[in-house]
């Protein structure tokens, strides 16, 4: 008979099996500019202050129509001579100036309430590239901005023609066409104050300090450079906000308190740089200083 041997006990000995440690490389989770822009979002609507401003915004038309009304009460009560010449500003300029603070207000509120609380920490954290953090927050407030703006400047226009009829010499019994394009640049005027509150905001870090500036943009400024002497006068009034939307449409009048000597181009490059400058800076130096 074949013995067969036996193998050593060493070789039938398994070698215990080490289980294989796979290393994962850490996974960096992108966010997307559509999630930063839904977080700003909502972020605006979880603050009490944003439902105030927009509906201090639109109230321009509440106002439109009392001016509208007493207007036109001073007209049917004064005598016909007095008629024939009376003449009424155009109130959605008058009133553009509550949804303009109150949008440039926002726009500040939106950045500088970040920084008071601590929470731009955290967003800055999640987002370390920052200028997706102040591109979302622009177009956010600038949407909020042009909708507001666009209801209290359309808003007050509809108000005050039904109100006015063909009194003043038929001021608003002119044809829609022939005033849009002045409606719409002074629409476009409030999301400019909301943005540039926001680049306001950003750069100071103070809601105190860039609703300074804001305020004095509306009120002071033009107070102070329409005591100014001439030529200085009519130069610096044709660079600030409240002249650029005649300027762009070339529709100037010779009663303005501003300045007119910009064509429609360059009026058109100042409104944006006064949107664009300020964000530029800040996204600039949001770059290079801590939270």
Same mark, same amino acid.
């Given at each position: 008979?074949? =013995?067969?041997?036996?193998?050593?006990?060493?070789?039938?000995?398994?070698? +215990?099996?080490?289980?294989?440690?796979? &290393?994962?490389? +850490? &996974?960096?989770?992108?966010?997307?500019?559509?999630?930063?822009?839904?977080?700003?979002?909502?972020?605006?609507?979880?603050?009490? =202050?944003?439902?105030?401003?927009?509906?201090?915004?639109?109230?321009?038309?509440?106002? %439109?129509?009392? !001016?509208?009304?007493?207007?036109?009460?001073?007209?049917?009560?004064?005598?016909?001579?007095?008629?024939?010449?009376? &003449? /009424?500003?155009?109130?959605?300029?008058?009133?553009?100036?509550?949804?303009?603070?109150?949008?440039?207000?926002?726009?500040?509120?939106?950045?500088? =309430?970040?920084?008071?609380?601590?929470? /731009?920490?955290?967003?800055?954290?999640?987002?370390?590239?920052?200028?997706?953090?102040?591109?979302?927050?622009?177009?956010?407030?600038?949407?909020?901005? !042009?909708? $507001?703006?666009?209801?209290?400047?359309?808003?007050?226009?509809?108000? $005050?023609?039904?109100?006015?009829?063909?009194?003043?010499?038929?001021?608003?019994?002119?044809?829609?066409?022939?005033?849009?394009?002045?409606?719409?640049?002074?629409?476009?005027?409030? +999301?400019?104050?909301?943005?540039?509150?926001?680049?306001? %905001?950003?750069?100071?870090?103070?809601?105190?300090?860039? #609703?300074?500036?804001?305020?004095? !943009?509306?009120?002071?400024?033009?107070? /102070?450079?329409?005591?100014?002497?001439?030529?200085?006068?009519?130069?610096?009034?044709?660079?600030? /906000?409240?002249?650029?939307?005649?300027?762009? $449409?070339?529709?100037? #009048?010779?009663?303005?308190?501003?300045?007119? !000597?910009?064509? +429609?181009?360059?009026?058109?490059?100042?409104?944006?740089?006064?949107?664009?400058?300020?964000?530029?800076?800040?996204?600039?130096?949001?770059?290079?200083?801590?939270?």
């Amino acid at each position: 008979m074949i =013995s067969q041997r036996r193998p050593p006990a060493e070789a039938l000995r398994t070698r +215990p099996s080490t289980p294989r440690v796979l &290393r994962q490389r +850490p &996974r960096t989770r992108k966010h997307s500019f559509v999630g930063v822009l839904a977080s700003e979002r909502i972020k605006l609507r979880s603050v009490r =202050s944003t439902y105030l401003l927009l509906v201090l915004g639109v109230s321009a038309v509440l106002l %439109g129509y009392a !001016l509208a009304v007493m207007a036109a009460g001073m007209y049917d009560n004064a005598p016909t001579q007095q008629r024939l010449s009376a &003449r /009424i500003a155009d109130l959605e300029e008058v009133v553009v100036i509550v949804p303009q603070l109150c949008m440039g207000i926002l726009g500040t509120l939106a950045i500088t =309430s970040e920084y008071a609380t601590g929470l /731009i920490r955290a967003s800055l954290t999640i987002v370390p590239r920052r200028w997706p953090i102040l591109a979302a927050k622009s177009t956010v407030v600038g949407a909020l901005g !042009l909708i $507001t703006g666009a209801t209290a400047v359309f808003g007050t226009y509809a108000v $005050t023609r039904l109100v006015l009829g063909d009194r003043f010499s038929g001021a608003y019994t002119g044809a829609f066409a022939e005033r849009l394009p002045l409606l719409i640049t002074i629409s476009v005027s409030v +999301p400019v104050f909301a943005l540039l509150g926001l680049g306001l %905001g950003a750069l100071l870090r103070s809601s105190a300090g860039a #609703i300074a500036i804001i305020v004095g !943009l509306v009120y002071v400024i033009p107070m /102070i450079i329409g005591n100014v002497p001439e030529p200085w006068s009519e130069r610096l009034g044709s660079v600030m /906000i409240g002249a650029l939307p005649r300027e762009i $449409t070339g529709d100037t #009048i010779s009663t303005s308190v501003y300045g007119s !000597l910009l064509s +429609p181009a360059a009026a058109a490059a100042v409104l944006v740089a006064y949107a664009v400058l300020p964000l530029l800076a800040a996204a600039w130096l949001m770059r290079r200083r801590d939270a």
